[in-house]
């Protein structure tokens, strides 16, 4: 009982730091610090994601998983290989082990033969952390090398907690709109088909400087530039999902957007990618910041409306509802924004209030 107990405390102490307001860096070291002492694990890898791309927007990797950000962006984009963290994301089975995924021959996975066990790593547990209104983050646990992997009663305990820490990389991205902050100039940032760095402008260097976890002392790119780069790739070489765009919308240090496209220089397959770095305008936050706020894939369309300036009977009539049930709708949207009417929600959009 005494163990029972003090592995609640725990999941507790977790679940309260995904409700507890923290922002960013600090959100993401106390959850980590929460893992930690709830489970055995020798490394984690944990990053928040743009819900629309499911690209990483923020991410912070533990030794020895730093050093190979770029394999681990390589292979999660550019190889054949098992629990995607994107394939978490849109499948019904949002968290799973290595073992499970490869029966138990770890050296099926190109990931593990090429980054993990040259790191001294065995099994991963990977979670997609989905939330009713999207996916807002990814975990990754990882062990050292051994026989003994995750265990199942493990594997459900994080699929316990990962809604919460959906909740909480939603909650630690609610930020509004406020502007640009170093300037109008977008900055680009050229990179290789293997994501090292060719040419930086100076602009981009200082858009760079407001990206959170960007480490220019070990020489390396937030994971969003790396992301967005890998993403082209993977639409080029026709394996991406429909629909899915080589862009991610980041929060900044300053409590603003920035917004990040990759696109290649030329048309030929072994080009160099450019990746523009450049302030987020209002319009583009919009459904991001909806979402953030936890309305519901129905309550957003009728934001998205109502920030048009549609009447409460064209919003019925457009989304085939009876105009009571956009009312109820209305009115639930106000509750979760904190606003009294439909003035004061284009002003929390598009200002922050």
């Known amino acids: 009982m005494g163990q029972q107990a003090a592995v ?19 959100f993401q070291d106390a959850v980590m610090r929460s893992v930690h002492a709830l489970l055995p694990v020798d490394a984690i890898f944990f990053a928040t994601a743009d819900p629309t791309t499911l690209l990483f927007n923020g991410a912070v990797a533990e030794d020895p998983l730093a050093a190979a950000t770029e394999q681990f962006i390589n292979n999660e984009f550019g190889t054949d290989d098992v629990n995607k963290f994107q394939s978490l994301a849109i499948t019904g089975r949002h968290v799973t082990t290595l073992d499970s995924a490869t029966g138990g021959h770890r050296a099926g996975s190109a990931r593990y033969r090429e980054i ?41 305990q994080i699929g316990r907690l990962a809604a919460h820490l959906g909740d909480g990389c939603r909650r630690s991205l609610t930020v509004p709109f406020s502007g640009a902050v170093a300037g109008s100039e977008p900055g680009v940032i050229v990179l290789h088909p293997d994501l090292t760095v060719a040419a930086t402008t100076g602009e981009a260097e200082r858009w760079l400087a407001h990206i959170p976890d960007h480490r220019p002392e070990r020489g390396q790119l937030p994971a969003a530039v790396y992301a967005v780069a890998a993403r082209l790739q993977l639409i080029h ?45 209002p319009g583009s936050l919009t459904p991001l910041l909806l979402s953030s706020w936890g309305l519901s894939r129905r309550e957003r369309d009728v934001a998205l409306l109502v920030l048009r300036g549609t009447s409460t009977q064209e919003i019925a009539a457009e989304l085939h509802l009876s105009a009571y049930t956009v009312k109820d709708h209305i009115k639930s949207i106000f509750d979760k924004t904190g606003v009294r009417s439909r003035r004061d929600l284009v002003a929390q959009v598009l200002t922050g209030g």
């Open 8 to 26: 609640a405390r725990r999941e507790g102490d977790l679940i309260r730091r995904c409700y507890s307001g923290l922002r960013g860096a600090a």
């Open 116 to 156: 993990m066990a040259p790191l001294g790593l065995g099994d991963e547990l990977r979670a997609a952390l989905v939330t009713p209104s999207g996916c807002w983050g990814y975990l990754c646990l990882h062990r050292a090398d051994s026989a003994h992997g995750f265990s199942t009663a493990e594997i459900r």
């Open 237 to 281: 070489g026709g394996d991406a999902q429909p629909g899915m765009s080589p862009s991610v919308r980041v929060p900044d240090l300053a409590g603003g957007w920035l917004l990040l496209h990759a696109s290649r220089l030329d048309d030929a397959p072994d080009a160099d990618i450019a990746v523009v770095i450049e302030p987020a305008h």
